[in-house]
Every structure is written in structure tokens, then in C-alpha cells.
């Protein structure tokens, strides 16, 4: 499970969205549902990907975040020697729903549908 300390951390402070942006920017991108998120590209490029955070708010023992994150896509030709099929990076979109519990920072991650 995915834990946010940082974020966790700055919870209630005007800092909280820059925060948890920088955290989230900053996790291994195979821990994050990228690739089902996908549409235009067979798998997700080692490229670094932005986190934008769009709406943020609390129930109970849970912070509810949205986050839309920007990332590279790649279209995999046959590998073979003789392929012409440029291995050209593509943009893609996805939106992510994060439950960070605010006793532990324990987060849960998933899918959204646009």
C-alpha cells in the first residue's frame, strides 16, 4: 500500500495541495494504475509524469483527493531488427481517485471514469 506521510503531514496547512503533488510526483509510476488508464498507447513510457491535483476534501477518517496525472505512452511496434515503426512517446490522461487515511497515510489508489 501506497503511504503518503508527507501529505498526511501537511493536511490542513495552505501547503497541502503543493505537497501532496510533489509526493505523488515523486512515486515509482508501476505502483500507479497508468497503464489501465490508458487510450491512445500500449504501454506507459519510463518518462516522468506531472500530477495535478483538482479537488480535495475530507470525510471522517479519509482525505478524498482527485488528481489528474499527464504522462508518456509508447506504441510498441515487433521489436524485430528490421521494424519501421518509430518508438515515438504519446500524451496521455488519466484521472485518479486517492483515499489517504489520516491515521495511518495508508492510500489507496483507483481508476476514475472521465
Known amino acids: 500500500m501506497i503511504e503518503l506521510q508527507k501529505a498526511l503531514s501537511a493536511w490542513g496547512s495552505v501547503d497541502f495541495r503543493k505537497v501532496l503533488k510533489a509526493e505523488i510526483e515523486q512515486l515509482p509510476p508501476d505502483i500507479l494504475p497508468l497503464q489501465e488508464g490508458m487510450s491512445h498507447c500500449s504501454y506507459v ?27 508518456s505512452g509508447i506504441i510498441a511496434g515487433c521489436s524485430c531488427a528490421d521494424d519501421p515503426t518509430p518508438v515515438d512517446s504519446q500524451p496521455e490522461y488519466c484521472l485518479l481517485c486517492l483515499n489517504i487515511d489520516k491515521q495511518s497515510a495508508g492510500t489507496q489508489v483507483s481508476l476514475l471514469a472521465e
Not at 54 to 67: C, F, G, L, S
Open 45 to 71: 513510457s519510463e518518462e516522468p509524469f506531472k500530477a495535478m491535483i483538482i479537488d480535495v476534501r475530507e470525510e471522517n477518517d479519509i482525505i478524498y483527493a482527485k488528481v489528474g496525472i499527464f504522462y
